[in-house]
């Protein structure tokens, strides 16, 4: 799987190099979170590179998405603009089924192949325009599956309620999408506290633990505790694969399993030993087990 990089200062590291090209990548997190920060960081790295961008706005119009940037200390997002390097879709107050269904397809008809970025900020007002579940499914499956044919989406959601993750808002995007990342944010009268978790991440490895985060004028979000410099080793697997050689197993058997230890490295054996592993192989295949 390509990985590009995602323009979050220590997010990279967390999936395994970055995010997976065309792939959906859906943002979770309350008021406040820096959401709207994180997708015009994932869009602006882009630019950097040459990638053309596609903000779609579904609630704020393209006056404050420009106005914050700008505030953030991206001012070069008025250059892209005038360069026609990133485009602003400004669905905001329209009928969303009209939008995804009729218009949108027209937009990725034209943009289809181009390898752009495109942010959809937020999803949350295409849920609430039906109470309909299978309706809520369809439109965005349909807009993620649309969208993906131009380039690597990502797209914000507002959380409610329960920080768990459980609310009815979250469910339908969080099963649709490739990633899923969590952005904490506690408010209290005192002091602030925030901390971003990537939920799931189909086909890469990624970190399961919550890190810390901050947002910073000029850098956006900037995690905390992220070791870059860590160096994922295959110690665990390597002793696996000799401990499978001492053991009498069918030679299919022992072949396939040691194609599936190509590519593993202690980080993805967290917690397993390599002699409880082939115990477990042992006895599925065991004869008579």
């Not at 953030?72 to 250059?79: A, F, N, S």
């Not at 080793?233 to 072949?255: E, F, I, N, Y």
Request: hydrophobic share 35%; glycine share 8%.
């Amino acid at each position: 799987m390509r990985k590009i990089t995602s323009g979050i200062y220590g997010l990279n590291p967390l999936l395994d190099g970055g995010v997976n090209e065309n792939s959906t990548t859906v943002v979770i997190g309350r008021s406040g979170a820096g959401k709207t920060t994180l997708a015009t960081q994932f869009i602006r790295r882009g630019l950097q590179d040459g990638q053309e961008g596609v903000f779609v706005s579904l609630d704020e119009n393209k006056e404050q998405i420009i106005r914050e940037a700008v505030e953030m200390g991206w001012t070069d997002i008025l250059d892209y603009l005038d360069d026609e390097q990133l485009v602003f879709i400004d669905a905001s107050g329209r009928e969303f089924s009209n939008f995804i269904r009729k218009e949108l397809p027209a937009f990725v008809a034209d943009w289809k192949g181009s390898n752009a970025r495109i942010a959809i900020d937020p999803l949350t007002p295409v849920l609430w325009s039906t109470k309909d579940l299978y309706e809520q499914r369809d439109l965005i499956g349909f807009m993620l599956k649309q969208t993906r044919k131009v380039g690597t989406v990502l797209c914000t959601l507002e959380e409610h309620g329960s920080t768990d993750l459980t609310g009815p808002e979250t469910v339908i995007p969080m099963y649709l999408a490739d990633c899923v990342i969590h952005l904490r944010f506690d408010h209290g009268p005192s002091k602030h506290t925030r901390e971003l978790q990537i939920i799931k991440c189909r086909n890469s490895r990624h970190d399961p633990d919550a890190h810390p985060y901050e947002i910073l004028r000029g850098l956006g979000i900037v995690l905390e505790g992220v070791d870059v410099r860590h160096v994922p080793t295959a110690k665990g697997p390597s002793q696996l694969r000799q401990m499978l050689l001492t053991r009498a197993l069918p030679k299919d058997v022992r072949d396939r399993l040691e194609k599936s230890l190509d590519g593993l490295t202690d980080d993805d054996f967290r917690g397993l030993k390599p002699e409880q592993v082939l115990e477990l192989i042992l006895q599925e295949y065991a004869k008579g087990g």
